[in-house]
């Protein structure tokens, strides 16, 4: 039984290695630091990054958007997404605020790619999940600061005006030298 139970293990470990995941620009994280910030009425397209870096085998997921009050979706829903190996696919994901939110209030956005295995009949696969959770957080609409006309200051001016009279007094010297 010993030896079955180790050849056993030893076809898995040496069936390959792969490392797939998922990338998100959002998550969960003590006091709110890593979550989405949008004012009621906002959206905001997020893209979360299908991984497929290790290994010679390509990988299908099969992606799942869970949110409060429905406030995230697909902008582009397929049945499935092939990452080739050592590469990565975006998946974009609009998050639309209700203009009937209040500040403080929050959603939540679950996201989770589920690794879709194929096998002959008979054949035992094992894939993997990955689930990546945020908070969207409704606060104030923040003012975008406006540039404002660069005014030269009395600072820049004088130095202008140090590098001119060095210039002028330059010239000056090198025509006496020259004379």
Do not use: C, H
Request: hydrophobic share 45%; proline share 4%; charged share 15%.
């Amino acid at each position: 039984m010993f030896l079955a139970s180790a050849a056993l293990m030893i076809s898995i470990l040496l069936s390959g290695v792969y490392a797939s995941g998922v990338v998100s620009p959002y998550w969960d994280s003590p006091n709110d630091e890593n979550s989405l910030r949008l004012s009621k009425g906002d959206s905001k397209v997020v893209q979360f990054e299908l991984q497929n870096m290790v290994g010679d085998n390509d990988a299908t997921f099969k992606l799942s958007l869970q949110s409060s009050q429905d406030v995230a979706q697909f902008t582009e829903p397929q049945e499935a997404y092939l990452v080739e190996a050592g590469t990565s696919v975006p998946v974009p994901i609009k998050i639309s605020v209700p203009s009937s939110a209040q500040i403080g209030d929050t959603y939540r956005v679950t996201f989770t790619a589920q690794e879709a295995k194929t096998t002959a009949p008979g054949q035992f696969a094992l894939g993997s999940a990955f689930e990546t959770s945020f908070n969207v957080l409704i606060g104030e609409k923040l003012a975008v600061p406006q540039k404002k006309a660069e005014v030269l200051g009395s600072k820049q001016i004088i130095i202008a005006v140090i590098i001119i009279l060095l210039i002028i007094a330059l010239a000056i010297w090198i025509k006496r030298r020259k004379q």
